[in-house]
């Protein structure tokens, strides 16, 4: 089956990126370092500020909210944009219903560009999601996705540009490369959207990896996963969070407390088996479970473990380091949902996230070195600031912190570069977990190297 083409077009709106960072590789929101560096490694990069963001189809059971975030201490009045809607940065969150979208591309707009523009897409229907909008880009990875019938995930490809995108879709199963056909060269075209079943264009079975890479053109890509679609009642589907590069280091942030299972998949996107070990994070400390510890990752392919009794009923992280550079995703079941755990980045001075409303938020921090004294800031949908918690991450640990009802967004303050967050959303209809992004997107800068002549 052939990728469905969407019809929207932009209309009316600014959908332009600042020109470092088309300059600098097509990197996305959440830029990190070119493949196979760890974080830990000196890579050269510069900050950049967005003037958009984009985001999933919410959908007729959906919800578009942006904001600019208070993450710097001198954030430019803005007004943002989406679609037909409009408001100043400073009245807090902007919420567009799904229906309203209609003919329009999820994008938001920040005039000026501002590095504190995030937003987030959620739904109630089947079960609740929630997935942060990206800077449109040129490659990212995704990670413990299905492409069989009662496990089958869906691709969408939005290009808000001006002139058309081609993207290559590369697909890694359990045992290998999966060949694939109507995925080598997706065309999208300027102002559209495209969708891609995966269980028709590259069936597998077991757990799969997707790279994602634009050979023209920028493109913002997500990705839903639905489990459960031939038994009773109604399947679980989430949203897949993405991996720009892989890494030796990946941390895993978010995993639900009192989940009824974690099961972590690995994918090698290398040429050679990949070694690592696994360590959870939790409230008292790091833990490195005796079985399943260690990670055997055959080349260009994926392997699932399941972590629920090393990760146990507490909230936690999960650290997969490894030999070469990987990919890593935790799909948490709870109740008859489901939700994904995806790569955190370490927080930097401040990060932050749009949260949905009516949804119970708990801030879940992590740090892999020492203690750190951190400040939780809590904001009302009105940009009012609400009670502001001070928090101590314990040694190599996880804790979490419980956001009043209240909050619409929430900004978390002198985090560092040891410790990493997300924001886990319960409410009736399930479970879902948010990143928290730091201020600004970085982007790799050129090397400059003297030349003796």
């Given at each position: 089956?052939?990728?469905?083409?969407?019809?929207?077009?932009?209309?009316?709106?600014?959908?332009?990126?600042?020109?470092?960072?088309?300059?600098a590789a097509g990197t996305w929101l959440t830029a990190d370092a070119p493949p196979g560096l760890?974080?830990?490694?000196?890579?050269?990069?510069?900050?950049?500020?967005?003037?958009?963001?984009?985001?999933?189809?919410?959908?007729?059971?959906?919800?578009?909210?942006?904001?600019?975030?208070?993450?710097?201490?001198?954030?430019?009045?803005?007004?943002?944009?989406?679609?037909?809607?409009?408001?100043?940065?400073?009245?807090?969150?902007?919420?567009?219903?799904?229906?309203?979208?209609?003919?329009?591309?999820?994008?938001?707009?920040?005039?000026?560009?501002?590095?504190?523009?995030?937003?987030?897409?959620?739904?109630?229907?089947?079960?609740?999601?929630?997935?942060?909008?990206?800077?449109?880009?040129?490659?990212?990875?995704?990670?413990?996705?299905?492409?069989?019938?009662?496990?089958?995930?869906?691709?969408?490809?939005?290009?808000?540009?001006?002139?058309?995108?081609?993207?290559?879709?590369?697909?890694?199963?359990?045992?290998?490369?999966?060949?694939?056909?109507?995925?080598?060269?997706?065309?999208?075209?300027?102002?559209?959207?495209?969708?891609?079943?995966?269980?028709?264009?590259?069936?597998?079975?077991?757990?799969?990896?997707?790279?994602?890479?634009?050979?023209?053109?920028?493109?913002?890509?997500?990705?839903?996963?639905?489990?459960?679609?031939?038994?009773?009642?109604?399947?679980?589907?989430?949203?897949?969070?993405?991996?720009?590069?892989?890494?030796?280091?990946?941390?895993?942030?978010?995993?639900?407390?009192?989940?009824?299972?974690?099961?972590?998949?690995?994918?090698?996107?290398?040429?050679?088996?990949?070694?690592?070990?696994?360590?959870?994070?939790?409230?008292?400390?790091?833990?490195?479970?005796?079985?399943?510890?260690?990670?055997?990752?055959?080349?260009?392919?994926?392997?699932?473990?399941?972590?629920?009794?090393?990760?146990?009923?507490?909230?936690?992280?999960?650290?997969?380091?490894?030999?070469?550079?990987?990919?890593?995703?935790?799909?948490?079941?709870?109740?008859?949902?489901?939700?994904?755990?995806?790569?955190?980045?370490?927080?930097?001075?401040?990060?932050?996230?749009?949260?949905?409303?009516?949804?119970?938020?708990?801030?879940?921090?992590?740090?892999?070195?020492?203690?750190?004294?951190?400040?939780?800031?809590?904001?009302?949908?009105?940009?009012?600031?609400?009670?502001?918690?001070?928090?101590?991450?314990?040694?190599?640990?996880?804790?979490?912190?419980?956001?009043?009802?209240?909050?619409?967004?929430?900004?978390?303050?002198?985090?560092?570069?040891?410790?990493?967050?997300?924001?886990?959303?319960?409410?009736?209809?399930?479970?879902?977990?948010?990143?928290?992004?730091?201020?600004?997107?970085?982007?790799?800068?050129?090397?400059?190297?003297?030349?003796?002549?």
């Amino acid at each position: 089956m052939s990728p469905r083409r969407g019809t929207r077009s932009v209309r009316g709106l600014l959908v332009a990126l600042v020109g470092v960072l088309g300059v600098a590789a097509g990197t996305w929101l959440t830029a990190d370092a070119p493949p196979g560096l760890s974080e830990r490694d000196d890579v050269a990069s510069a900050a950049v500020a967005p003037a958009s963001v984009v985001c999933p189809a919410p959908g007729e059971a959906g919800r578009l909210s942006a904001a600019a975030l208070a993450l710097t201490t001198d954030a430019p009045t803005a007004t943002l944009r989406v679609a037909q809607s409009s408001a100043s940065a400073a009245d807090g969150v902007l919420q567009v219903p799904g229906e309203e979208l209609a003919e329009d591309l999820s994008v938001v707009t920040a005039d000026p560009v501002t590095p504190d523009l995030a937003a987030t897409v959620d739904r109630t229907r089947p079960r609740l999601s929630a997935t942060a909008c990206v800077v449109a880009g040129g490659r990212v990875w995704f990670t413990g996705v299905g492409a069989e019938i009662d496990h089958a995930a869906t691709l969408e490809l939005v290009n808000p540009e001006s002139g058309p995108a081609v993207v290559r879709v590369r697909v890694l199963g359990p045992e290998g490369p999966v060949e694939t056909v109507d995925l080598r060269e997706v065309s999208v075209p300027a102002g559209e959207r495209v969708t891609v079943d995966l269980a028709d264009a590259a069936p597998a079975i077991g757990e799969v990896a997707l790279e994602v890479r634009t050979t023209r053109g920028r493109v913002a890509a997500f990705v839903t996963d639905r489990v459960g679609t031939l038994g009773a009642g109604r399947p679980a589907t989430e949203s897949v969070p993405s991996q720009t590069t892989p890494r030796r280091q990946v941390v895993l942030g978010g995993l639900p407390a009192r989940a009824d299972g974690h099961v972590l998949v690995v994918a090698n996107p290398g040429e050679f088996e990949a070694l690592g070990t696994l360590a959870v994070l939790g409230p008292d400390g790091t833990f490195v479970p005796e079985a399943d510890a260690e990670l055997r990752v055959p080349p260009g392919g994926t392997v699932a473990v399941d972590v629920s009794e090393a990760v146990g009923t507490a909230a936690a992280a999960i650290r997969v380091t490894a030999d070469s550079a990987v990919t890593a995703v935790v799909r948490s079941q709870v109740g008859a949902d489901m939700t994904y755990a995806g790569p955190v980045r370490p927080l930097g001075a401040a990060s932050g996230a749009v949260l949905p409303a009516g949804v119970r938020s708990v801030v879940q921090l992590s740090s892999d070195g020492d203690a750190r004294e951190l400040t939780v800031q809590p904001y009302a949908a009105d940009g009012r600031v609400l009670e502001a918690q001070q928090v101590t991450v314990p040694v190599a640990g996880t804790v979490a912190v419980t956001l009043p009802e209240r909050a619409r967004s929430v900004v978390v303050r002198d985090g560092g570069s040891g410790v990493r967050g997300a924001v886990v959303l319960r409410s009736d209809a399930g479970v879902a977990v948010l990143p928290l992004r730091p201020g600004a997107a970085r982007a790799p800068a050129p090397v400059v190297v003297p030349v003796v002549r």
